[in-house]
């Protein structure tokens, strides 16, 4: 049997992403941008694609801008909004951001703080979370930008967005407030409006769409400067011809994640629980990080293993999982030690991450696999420590 639990990593392209893209390539061929009618029909086309992730973001198609992916929507995000503030200089060079970021938010923090930027990053809470009262508490005059993401990647974790962007409202703050909602988009419900934020990033291969298209939602009135110049595509904001069939599937998948939003969350807790449950009775020393706030994702972590030989004792038994997010390629979960947590904890920790196309007799099969396993090592170690003590 082959397991796929790496959903946040990437999700498996659904049949009608993929659909929707060779009907876009094959009768909407036209260059969006061209005058005649075959450019007419993509840029028709187009349109509609941008209303229904509109739509599933809570937002207006004018407030959405196609992009590569999350990563790229981040560093726009960040990098467009500090040029901004270089031209208003009264809005100050001072920045938040989370200890627990994605990449694709530090490396831009680390990049701006190294050219004059102050930058102070949270810590998050043993649930993960930043708490409100230290966002509040970092505000000051000369903050210009603030970017926490509203689900963390390897633990789950649902930050309070909305009560940030209070905070910003009730201290007159000049800060403009960006949210990573990758992880979030048609998982859990929110809009741009509840969420009070005013860039949201959100990215296609989350949610069952191919790679290499995604999107930076920019609330209506917010100057914010192009980040890739040309031929002035994506109203002069992010040049470059767009990659149509792409978003077709995006915008498919986006649609059909918004009208079964529920009953997919539903169905990937009844996972997620099932397995905590199993996993405390059989292995009573097993760690779960975090709260358990987004369904889709479960941080389990076994003290005295390694992660990294528990996912590739896994992924001999067929069941893919990983150990905190794609992009860190191996190295140590920055998340889990900006928690603070145990050595212990940290290195033995893998994230299983959930789709609607996962089942229970899968979630049966990666328990039976994982009990046995440790077992196994348990057994190996205890060998191997009695022969060194002889």
């Not at 990049?111 to 930027?117: F, N, S, T, V």
């Not at 358990?292 to 067929?318: F, H, K, M, N, T």
């Not at 140590?332 to 299983?352: F, K, N, Q």
Request: a neutral charge; one cysteine or more.
């Amino acid at each position: 049997m082959t397991v796929y639990f790496d959903n946040a990593a990437t999700a498996p392209v659904r049949d009608e992403a993929a659909a929707a893209a060779v009907r876009a390539m094959r009768d909407f061929y036209g260059n969006p941008s061209s005058a005649h009618t075959e450019g007419r029909r993509a840029s028709d086309e187009l349109a509609t694609a941008r209303g229904d992730v509109a739509a599933a973001a809570g937002a207006r198609p004018s407030e959405v801008f196609f992009t590569s992916g999350g990563t790229e929507s981040d560093n726009w995000a960040l990098f467009g909004l500090a040029r901004a503030a270089a031209s208003a200089r009264a809005r100050g060079r001072h920045m938040i951001i989370s200890s627990a970021e994605h990449d694709a938010v530090l490396r831009p923090a680390e990049y701006l703080a190294a050219r004059g930027w102050e930058v102070t990053a949270l810590r998050p809470d043993g649930d993960g979370r930043i708490p409100v009262p230290e966002f509040a508490a970092a505000l000051r005059e000369d903050t210009a930008i603030a970017s926490v993401m509203l689900v963390n990647n390897e633990t789950g974790a649902v930050n309070p967005v909305a009560e940030y962007a209070a905070e910003i409202r009730q201290r007159s703050s000049p800060a403009v407030l960006h949210t990573d909602a990758v992880q979030a988009f048609c998982k859990i419900p929110f809009s741009l409006k509840s969420l009070g934020a005013d860039l949201v990033s959100v990215s296609a291969h989350k949610i069952g769409a191919p790679r290499g298209v995604g999107a930076l939602i920019v609330r209506d009135g917010l100057k914010l400067p192009p980040f890739i110049l040309g031929g002035g595509q994506e109203s002069g904001r992010r040049s470059g011809t767009e990659p149509l069939a792409l978003i077709a599937a995006f915008a498919e998948a986006s649609r059909l994640g918004a009208a079964e939003l529920r009953q997919n969350a539903e169905h990937a807790r009844r996972l997620r629980e099932h397995i905590v449950s199993e996993l405390a009775s059989r292995l009573p020393g097993a760690v779960f990080v975090g709260a358990g706030d987004s369904p889709y994702i479960l941080c389990a972590s076994l003290p005295g293993y390694r992660g990294e030989v528990l996912q590739s004792a896994l992924d001999a038994e067929g069941i893919r999982v990983s150990r905190g997010s794609a992009c860190k390629r191996g190295a140590r979960s920055h998340v889990l030690e900006a928690m603070r947590l145990p050595a212990e904890v940290i290195d033995g920790a893998i994230r299983l991450s959930f789709s609607r196309d996962n089942t229970m007799e899968q979630a049966e099969y990666f328990i039976e696999k994982l009990s046995a396993i440790a077992d196994r090592l348990f057994t190996r170690e205890r060998a191997v420590s009695g022969r060194a003590a002889k």
